[in-house]
């Protein structure tokens, strides 16, 4: 533990006069964080851990549980009456921002209505849409986040001294600086050095090297996790530029980012691996499928143009990459693509078009990496890869302008909504048979009615005006 977590734990026993809020990336200990005050404060402290995708009713039973209460039913008030019977002195909830929609509004509301005299702790990634943005503003709400949770030189240092690794303060400095100070990679990597005795000018890449495959997996399992994950990826993986407006959202939302002087930064161990990745990927062939949906079809890999022999081709492909899985069975496609045809006939079209699309990919990038990106053995028709859609980054658009809408930042707003509308060429199923999404197609259009509605809206023009005023008066 550095010491300045060990002071952290300490402190959490003092009288609380206003909610915590420990905030920041996965790896930063903050559940442990939770469990070390749990256990040295047990007698007046209760902890509650929400699970992702948890709604409203399964949010209000995990708080019932305090009381030994385990029951179907659940409701705001049962919660309520549930932690006042458990009479803690301190309440630390972890993983509330991983809930539902629904969930998170439960979590709301119940901090909200929570008695005042209870100390209360939230552990999260983000505190988008769970807190009112006001509370760190008048002294409701104390942030600790990344900045605070991280090692310190002075940890590094102290902690070579106690495993008895051989190192030079400037070592120190040169680990936290490369790591950012993340926990999760500082302690791995004084416990490897510890463990095999490397001094600490060497551990860091000696810890790359041990544990470089498996913090790729985690970086890659957390970013499925994300409604951003794909654009950090794709962003670092040389397939598109990072631009503030992606800091932004991937600060939002907790994903491997933080705040500095400078502004939001992503955590220097993930461009590191990441870029490895990116060199691994151009050395065996492997780079991201991005796709362009709205409209039509457009397909690249890399930096080259799929180009397909048959428009179905292209339906069928499309498809795919609009299933969750990338996935299909071959009846599946058949009663999808070619409806009412003979089976027979519907297999050998499904056939063609299948052989059809492994051209094309092939095309691009050579015989023997086709089955990276498709395979069509057995019952099963796969895309395979890392995928980038517009839908996905329209999605995330839309969500930050109604989170910033919510809170009332409408500068920020507007940045979103335009590139939504940029993004949204054209109807999701242009061109597609009727194919099980047209219910999807009809909320990206509820999406894009909101973005020209909220486009037009006389206060955002307001705020365009100012801008431009700005500018202009910059430039004068």
């Given at each position: 533990m550095s010491f300045q977590r060990q002071a952290l734990v300490e402190r959490f026993g003092a009288p609380l006069s206003a909610v915590r809020l420990v905030c920041a990336p996965a790896g930063f200990g903050k559940s442990i964080l939770a469990a070390q005050v749990t256990q040295l404060h047990h007698a007046r402290c209760k902890y509650v851990s929400f699970l992702p995708g948890d709604d409203a009713a399964a949010v209000h039973r995990r708080l019932m549980r305090l009381a030994g209460v385990i029951s179907h039913e659940s409701s705001l008030d049962a919660a309520l009456d549930a932690v006042e019977n458990a009479a803690p002195a301190m309440l630390i909830l972890d993983h509330a921002d991983a809930t539902s929609e629904s969930g998170r509004e439960a979590v709301s509301a119940f901090i909200a209505a929570l008695d005042s005299r209870i100390g209360l702790t939230l552990c999260m990634r983000s505190v988008d849409r769970l807190i009112d943005p006001g509370w760190l503003c008048d002294g409701t709400a104390e942030m600790i986040d990344a900045r605070v949770l991280a090692f310190t030189p002075e940890d590094v240092s102290r902690m070579c001294a106690d495993l008895a690794i051989a190192f030079e303060d400037r070592d120190a400095a040169a680990l936290v600086r490369e790591t950012d100070g993340w926990p999760i990679v500082v302690a791995g990597t004084l416990r490897l050095a510890a463990t095999n005795r490397v001094p600490l000018r060497d551990a860091y890449r000696f810890w790359y090297r041990e544990c470089g495959?498996?913090?790729?997996?985690?970086?890659?399992?957390?970013?499925?996790?994300?409604?951003?994950?794909?654009?950090?990826?794709?962003?670092?993986?040389?397939?598109?530029?990072?631009?503030?407006?992606?800091?932004?959202?991937?600060?939002?939302?907790?994903?491997?980012?933080?705040?500095?002087?400078?502004?939001?930064?992503?955590?220097?161990?993930?461009?590191?691996?990441?870029?490895?990745?990116?060199?691994?990927?151009?050395?065996?062939g492997r780079a991201t499928l991005v796709a362009k949906l709205f409209g039509g079809s457009q397909v690249r890999i890399g930096s080259d143009q799929v180009q397909w022999v048959r428009r179905k081709d292209s339906q069928v492909f499309k498809y795919?990459?609009?299933?969750?899985?990338?996935?299909?069975?071959?009846?599946?496609?058949?009663?999808?693509?070619?409806?009412?045809?003979?089976?027979?006939?519907?297999?050998q079209g499904l056939r063609t078009t299948c052989s059809n699309i492994r051209h094309a990919i092939r095309a691009v990038v050579g015989e023997d990496r086709v089955d990276a990106y498709f395979t069509a053995e057995g019952d099963s028709v796969i895309v395979r890869a890392n995928i980038v859609t517009d839908v996905a980054e329209f999605l995330a658009h839309v969500g930050a302008a109604r989170s910033g809408a919510a809170h009332g930042s409408h500068a920020r707003v507007a940045g979103h909504l335009e590139k939504a509308r940029d993004i949204y060429r054209g109807d999701l199923l242009t061109g597609m048979p009727s194919c099980g999404f047209e219910s999807f197609a009809t909320q990206l259009r509820a999406h894009l009615a909101y973005v020209i509605q909220r486009l037009n809206?006389?206060?955002?023009?307001?705020?365009?005006?100012?801008?431009?005023?700005?500018?202009?008066?910059?430039?004068?």
């Open positions: 495959k498996a913090f790729a997996d985690f970086i890659a399992t957390q970013c499925e996790r994300s409604a951003y994950g794909e654009q950090l990826l794709a962003a670092f993986c040389g397939e598109r530029p990072i631009a503030a407006a992606d800091l932004e959202l991937w600060q939002r939302t907790g994903l491997f980012t933080f705040a500095t002087a400078d502004g939001a930064k992503v955590l220097a161990p993930v461009g590191s691996v990441l870029r490895s990745f990116r060199a691994e990927q151009a050395h065996s795919l990459l609009l299933k969750e899985t990338h996935s299909a069975t071959r009846a599946e496609l058949m009663k999808v693509f070619w409806t009412d045809r003979d089976p027979q006939i519907a297999a809206a006389p206060q955002l023009r307001a705020v365009d005006d100012v801008a431009d005023e700005s500018e202009q008066a910059a430039s004068a």
